[in-house]
């Protein structure tokens, strides 16, 4: 059983300046043969701000407050920022970059199941910690107009970190019930990760008479 319930509040200013906060709550009551019995609550609150300057060049900042409760034991309220640019360099090109944060608490699948599949085991981990990461991006979008041709064509490069990141590893665990040791797979606090690169993509359209055809790939 899960409720959600969020208020949003929006103001413009001096027709440049976009306000949008607001807090959120959600509540889970949740009864399961795999994870066993829990309650959880998440509360929420942010804010951010978009300001449109000489018509070309969009900034936008943002910050939201968590606090997660599992089972009466409450994590500490964690801050994450995000940021972003827009600028038209000339008619149909833009530039971007952004940067945000991003916080992710485990799941109850990965804190608490406790299940066999097949001859695998999947051992419950109550000790995982949160993942905490960054994000950012820079990119460059030119739309293209020819005759009846139109479209665009957009190249971003990209770079991601992570600290703490969960994943699944297999080895050999105690059991918390038997307290005997097996081989499965638990969830775990791996090394850092880091993810860089490039991506492309092109959208091309235009009007055949009473057929309108799409390409795109990236």
Do not use: C
Not at 34 to 41: A, P, S, T, V
Not at 65 to 89: C, H, T
Not at 110 to 116: G, R, V, W
Not at 200 to 208: A, G, H, K, P, S
């Amino acid at each position: 059983i899960s409720n959600f319930a969020e208020y949003q509040f929006y103001k413009q200013f001096f027709s440049k300046l976009n306000v949008i906060s607001g807090t959120s709550y959600s509540f889970s009551n949740i009864i399961s043969e795999l994870y066993g019995n829990h309650k959880g609550d998440n509360i929420a609150a942010y804010t951010q701000l978009e300001y449109k300057l000489f018509m070309k060049l969009k900034l936008s900042a943002g910050i939201r407050l968590e606090y997660n409760v599992l089972d009466d034991i409450a994590d500490k309220i964690i801050p994450v920022f995000r940021s972003g640019i827009n600028y038209q360099l000339r008619h149909g090109t833009f530039l971007r970059a952004s940067f945000g944060q991003g916080y992710r608490y485990p799941s109850i699948a990965e804190k608490y199941a406790y299940t066999t599949l097949g001859t695998v085991k999947i051992f419950p981990n109550h000790e995982v910690k949160p993942e905490f990461g960054w994000s950012s991006e820079i990119g460059l979008k030119q739309g293209i107009k020819s005759g009846k041709l139109l479209g665009h064509f957009d190249i971003s490069f990209f770079w991601s970190e992570n600290t703490d990141m969960i994943e699944y590893v297999f080895g050999l665990y105690p059991d918390p019930y038997s307290q005997d040791f097996g081989f499965g797979f638990r969830s775990s606090n791996i090394e850092n990760s880091r993810v860089y690169g490039t991506e492309t993509e092109i959208l091309l359209n235009r009007n055949i008479g009473n057929l309108n055809v799409n390409i795109g790939g990236g």
